[in-house]
Structure formats: C-alpha cells, structure tokens
C-alpha cells in the first residue's frame, strides 16, 4: 500500500483525472469550455507569433486530464474511463483543430512556417521532442501520484505542448499545408503516447497496478499487457517519422553551415556581410547586405562548387545598403 501521507490514493487519482462522479456534468462543461479558450487564446497567439499567448494557452488547456486518465485507466483496467477518456482527448484534439482553421479565416495572410516563428517551431517535429515529452510525461505521472509535488502540474502543462499543435494544425491547414499540418499533428501524437507510455511505467513502479480490485487484477493486467504492446508499436510508428525528421534538420544544418563559412569568406573580400543562410526543401537561400555596387557573384560560386555545394540550388539575394546623411548645411 502507498503511504496516503505522501501519496494519492487510487480513489484520489480517479476523482482527479476520470469523467465520472456525481460533478460529472460540470466536470464535462468545464474541460469543453477550458478547450474551447485556450485553442482560441493559442490560434491567437500563435497568428500573432507571440510566445507569451502560446504559453498562456498551454496553461488554461484541460487535455492534459483525459490523456492522464487514459493511462490511470489503463493501469487499473477501468475500461468504461479508459474509452470514455480516449473518446474526450480525440473529440478535444478535433475541436482545437477546428477552432485553429476557423481563426485562419479571419487572418488575412497565410500561417505557415516560412514566415511564422510559432508554427516553424511545431511543424518539424524530431526525437528531441520525443525525449522531452517523455520527460514530461515522468513528472506529470509523478505528480499524479505524489501530493507532495503536485504544484508542479502548471510547470508540466508549460512544458507539454498539446493545445498549440493543434492549433497550428488548424492554420496550416486552412492556409494550405496539409505537410505542415500533418507535422503538427505528429508532434501532438508524439506528446500523447509518451505521456501514457511514461505514465504506465511510472504507475507501474509505485506500484499502482496491484492497489486494482482483487476481481479486475487479471484483467487489469492482461489488458495493460495489451496496451504495452500498443504503445510500442506506437513509439514505434511515431519513431520513425521523428528519426527521418531529425536526420533531415541535420543535414540541412551541415550545409548551411558549410554555405555560410564560404559565402562569408567571399563575402568579406568585397566588404559585405552574410545576413541569413537558410534551406527550404533542397533548396539553399543565402542574402548578403552591403554598400553598392552590387558585386560579381562569379567568384563565390566557384568556391561554393569547391566546396562540394550544387549551385544549380543556390539562390543569392543582393541587397544593397548604404546611408544618406541628412545633415543641415
């Protein structure tokens, strides 16, 4: 048994994360009203690229709850919650989507990542996401568990991103980018089972799976047996997609890098300066600022060829600087 000094009982876990009970409508009126908020609250944020929004949202979001009901389910192999939870973290995650298109029809210009921090930062997804999700997801479980550290839950809902995901789905996808979309959408799955991956072996190691009724020990068991083997399959099939991502930011990486160093040795030679080098699908983009004239670009793609770059995908932008003093004579 689990020290009810330091620890949550069973019965306490429940009434915090399942939708049932007698305040079960209230319960209901309060998560549809939250959601509803906060997908608006990080649409409107996010359209604005202000992170300070963003955050905002991830707080007031209430999906963390059913998520963390779904693996309490699990554990103790309450399939009536554990469907019931499922059913509310897929209805949720379909109306922020909805709430994030809806919002794109009031903004003028397209949210994609090209020109949008916030979506940029949600779109491409790789296994440092997995990681930190997984760690998230330790302390969220944790937390369940323990009453002494349950304050951290507004740090943990800081640091999952479930609600903005979503959002951006929403905008990428009425500006046009079902890719972007489908980006954040991973990125979204990829919080969710490692929140309940983590969260079964959390529960696992204190030792909540025994405290399950004597009657529903053996299907508690072979039913969390069944979610194990999902949820690798999961981690699985989410693994891939991050491992490819994260193969393809850093080999993009690599060649900036290397275009940057040859575009700015180039470029100190006729007194200009390198401002961005950046990549959009196979294609390298690299603008240089500088007094007039605008100088001979035949030198640099040389070196650029000596260095193993395919020129054929290099576009140089030339933008001429230079100040006028106005001065009273």
């Known amino acids: 048994m689990l020290d009810e000094a330091r620890f949550n009982t ?3 876990m429940r ?7 007698p305040d079960v409508r209230s319960r209901y009126s309060r998560f549809w009203m939250l959601l509803v908020l906060s997908a608006i609250i990080a649409s409107a944020g996010i359209v604005g690229d202000s992170t300070a929004t963003v955050i905002g949202a991830m707080i007031v979001a209430p ?9 309490l389910a699990t554990v103790i192999g309450d399939r009536a ?6 059913l509310l973290v897929v209805a949720g995650a379909a109306t922020a989507v909805a709430v994030g298109y809806a919002v794109g029809f009031l903004v003028v210009n397209d949210v994609l990542a090209d020109t949008n921090a916030q979506v940029s930062a949600r779109v491409t997804p790789g296994l440092i996401d997995l990681l930190a999700a997984l760690g998230t997801g330790v302390v969220g479980s ?20 479930l609600v903005p995901p979503l959002a951006v789905a929403g905008l990428t996808l009425e500006s046009g980018s079902i890719t972007q979309s489908l980006g954040a959408l991973l990125l979204f799955v990829t919080n969710v089972v490692a929140i309940i991956g983590t969260g079964v072996v959390v529960m696992s190691v204190y030792g909540v799976t025994r405290l399950a009724r004597e009657p529903m020990a053996g299907e508690a068991q072979r ?3 069944r979610t194990i083997a999902l949820l690798a399959v999961m981690f699985l099939v989410i693994g891939v997609p991050l491992a490819i991502t994260s193969i393809g930011i850093s080999a993009r990486a690599i060649v ?3 275009v940057h160093r040859v575009a700015e040795t180039w470029a100190q030679s006729v007194g200009w300066e390198v401002d961005t080098v950046s990549t959009r699908d196979s294609e390298v983009y690299i603008r240089l600022e500088g007094p007039l004239p605008v100088p001979d670009t035949t030198t640099l793609k040389g070196l650029l060829d000596a260095a193993g770059v395919d020129t054929g995908k290099v576009t140089v932008n030339l933008v001429p600087v230079y100040s006028v003093k106005l001065a009273t004579p």
Do not use: C, H, W
Not at 63 to 71: E, K
Not at 81 to 86: A, E, F, G, M, T
């Open 142 to 161: 944790v937390a369940l568990v323990r009453k002494d550290i349950s304050d951290t839950l507004p740090g943990v809902a800081i640091a999952i991103s």
């Open 15 to 21: 009434a915090s994360v399942f939708f049932d009970g």
């Open 63 to 71: 999906l963390m709850t059913p998520i963390m009901g779904t693996m």
């Open 10 to 12: 069973v019965a306490n």
């Open 223 to 225: 039913g969390m047996g």
């Open 81 to 86: 919650n554990l469907i019931r939870s499922l």
């Open 256 to 258: 900036e890098q290397g």
